[in-house]
């Protein structure tokens, strides 16, 4: 199979998982902001923490009223309702996954900054804008599933103005694992994690300066644990939703989650740069 064709595959599975009813049953766990948090105590609720991380990369981004953002992979437009309420920013909500897209069209109608918002079909790979187009490109956890970060990156460099601001988040891995670590790692994300140091890399040469990288990386464990206990309290409600053959599915999934992340070698970063005014 060719890499191309790899990365097709690969894709076609994401959009497949997204659009099953396991996705639209996790949102009962999710809520609408569908990452990992800011875990401030044993009773804290998920959402809330999830909506912290939020709340800190818009503030690390410096997204004020009026900004325009380009939002990639964009869930249910949790975090478009989020800036365009909390930060009066204007957005373009993007996502591959159809089903998404109208949940989040559906969730936003009648909600506060709606008037501010736009969901649209896009892939963070290709995006059909134009040059400079945007004040700030978001991406939220979603980037260790590309099949061509530099592609990606590239693109985010393109249709944000001279001047404008990349703001992104990523689970990434840590140091260099030990092969049970990696082979671990290796079934969460088949495309493969990029470290901290790939990412400001990739940024650089993306077109980007003067990056700011925000280790958040103790709040991962804690969260997927929580998650974890989430999804098992709620199992009879999710298989209600989808079935119970993919909560367990599921339950294993978020399994290796927290084995990875006790490992050590999965961490989470924040990064924002500003694009380069000059070649």
Not at 100 to 123: C, H, K, V
Not at 130 to 144: E, I, T
Not at 145 to 157: G, I
Not at 175 to 202: C, K, M, Q
Request: hydrophobic share 45%; glycine share 8%.
């Amino acid at each position: 199979m060719t890499k191309s064709s790899d990365a097709e595959t690969f894709q076609a599975e994401i959009i497949r998982r997204y659009d099953a009813p396991m996705y639209r049953a996790m949102l009962e766990v999710y809520g609408d902001q569908i990452h990992p948090g800011f875990l401030e105590g044993d009773d804290d609720d998920i959402r809330e923490a999830a909506l912290r991380a939020t709340a800190r990369l818009a503030q690390l981004a410096n997204i004020t009223a009026g900004a325009s953002v380009l939002e990639t992979a964009c869930g249910v437009g949790g975090t478009a309702r989020y800036l365009a309420a909390a930060r009066g920013a204007t957005v373009v909500a993007t996502n591959i996954a159809r089903s998404q897209l109208a949940t989040a069209e559906e969730w936003t109608r009648n909600a506060p900054g709606a008037g501010r918002i736009r969901f649209e079909f896009a892939d963070y790979h290709a995006l059909p804008y134009a040059d400079s187009s945007f004040d700030v490109y978001w991406c939220q956890d979603s980037l260790l599933f590309s099949t061509d970060k530099p592609r990606a990156l590239a693109e985010a460099a393109r249709v944000v103005r001279p001047g404008g601001i990349i703001a992104i988040s990523d689970l990434v891995v840590v140091g260099t694992p030990v092969p049970d670590a990696a082979a671990l790692l290796t079934a969460i994300s088949a495309p493969g994690f990029w470290s901290a140091e790939d990412y400001r890399n990739g940024l650089t040469a993306a077109g980007f300066e003067g990056i700011v990288v925000e280790d958040w990386s103790r709040h991962v464990l804690p969260s997927f644990d929580l998650l974890t206990a989430e999804i098992a309290a709620k199992r009879a409600q999710l298989a209600a939703i989808a079935s119970e053959a993919d909560v367990a599915e599921t339950l294993e999934r978020y399994a290796l989650w927290c084995k990875a992340s006790r490992t050590g070698n999965l961490g989470w970063v924040a990064l924002v740069g500003i694009r380069r005014t000059m070649p």
